[in-house]
């Protein structure tokens, strides 16, 4: 025979008070001119005891109550496939800071893929309504989507910078231009001038401040920004020898085994003939282990202050429902809500002054 599923009804009836009364005493509180006896609370929670009674966290968010549990949503695959491990460290941070914070975190991993993206339309609006709060994180966001939760009030936090209209959109991201620019300044002091960027232009935000950091260091110095394609390795080396550079900061997401063993085969040695400085931790494995010089992404920092921020927002937006605002903790300031993270750097081994005589085919492209 099924179990009989225990309601609130229920725990009214054995406690001998009315479902509203049951509610308040699950959510902590009652609204202003209700008073409910510590008498009448103690029955409530022993009939809850007596009939074992779980509060629904669905039925609880719907009434407005909350229920500490917190979500995380990624637009793109979230587990490693073929050695990417790309939100790892994010999942790492958040985790601890969960712990710390006493929440549960819910992934949302059902939501429908459209042009190989997860996607919040239709269904996945709903299921957000299990948690307090959500997390995003990915690099290719459905605007559209995120406006939707700004335009209802829904707490979230990105993982990552994002630009919005009114700078209302809450993330907690990487200083991407202040590091890609330092790593510029660090080529400027070994003697190199005739430094590229290596990588694509695309429109995700961190692309973004990686060429704008790029490209304000290099005038800074009075140098012309030289971009260099690595969607094909082997094109992308002979473009690199035939313009005679001597340095280059990479993007993370190239094959850079593929690259660089493409440049070693013209002749073209690292960091003796030409110095790499990559823009972040590397997205593909690198199998040979060669300890690459450039930035890191604090990325479990990212995640452990992400989701603290979200616990902040949610805890607001429930203080704001008091009557009382003297018990109000102080509102969430631009500085709390748009967070960027400094980008360490790191001493690798692909780092060298420049060349007495760089090596290049005679008329070479600036």
């Avoid at 994010?90 to 459209?114: K, M, N, P, W, Y």
């Amino acid at each position: 025979m099924p179990r009989h599923r225990f309601t609130q009804a229920d725990v009214a009836a054995l406690a001998g008070v009315s479902q509203s009364t049951v509610s308040f005493v699950l959510n902590g509180n009652a609204p202003a001119g209700v008073r409910i006896s510590e008498e009448t609370r103690k029955r409530v929670l022993e009939a809850i005891r007596i009939i074992g009674y779980s509060a629904n966290p669905v039925a609880q968010r719907l009434a407005g109550g909350r229920n500490q549990i917190l979500g995380v949503f990624t637009y793109e695959t979230t587990f490693p496939r073929g050695g990417q491990d790309f939100y790892g460290a994010f999942l790492v941070g958040i985790e601890h800071a969960a712990e710390q914070l006493g929440v549960d975190t819910l992934l949302f991993t059902s939501a429908r893929v459209v042009d190989g993206r997860r996607r919040l339309s239709r269904d996945g609006w709903q299921r957000l309504g299990i948690a307090d709060g959500c997390l995003l994180l990915g690099q290719h966001e459905d605007q559209s989507e995120l406006q939707h939760l700004l335009d209802t009030s829904y707490p979230f936090v990105f993982i990552g910078k994002r630009v919005s209209e009114g700078r209302r959109l809450p993330y907690v991201g990487a200083d991407y231009v202040t590091a890609t620019a330092r790593q510029v300044e660090r080529f400027v002091a070994l003697g190199h001038t005739r430094i590229g960027y290596a990588g694509s232009r695309g429109s995700d935000q961190s692309t973004i401040d990686r060429v704008d950091g790029y490209r304000e260091a290099m005038a800074r110095h009075g140098l012309p920004s030289r971009f260099v394609d690595v969607h094909d390795a082997e094109a992308a080396a002979d473009e690199v020898v035939e313009r005679g550079l001597t340095a280059l900061v990479v993007a993370p997401e190239n094959y850079l085994e593929d690259f660089s063993d493409a440049l070693e085969s013209r002749g073209r040695r690292i960091p003796e003939d030409i110095s790499i400085l990559l823009l972040g931790q590397p997205l593909h494995p690198v199998p040979r282990g060669r300890r690459w010089s450039g930035f890191s992404v604090p990325r479990e920092e990212m995640g452990a202050r992400a989701l603290v921020l979200l616990s902040r927002i949610v805890n607001e937006a429930s203080d704001t429902r008091r009557d009382d605002a003297r018990t109000r903790p102080p509102a969430l300031d631009d500085e709390d809500l748009h967070q960027i993270l400094v980008c360490p750097d790191i001493d690798g081994e692909t780092i060298a002054a420049v060349p007495p005589h760089p090596a290049r085919q005679e008329g070479h492209r600036s």
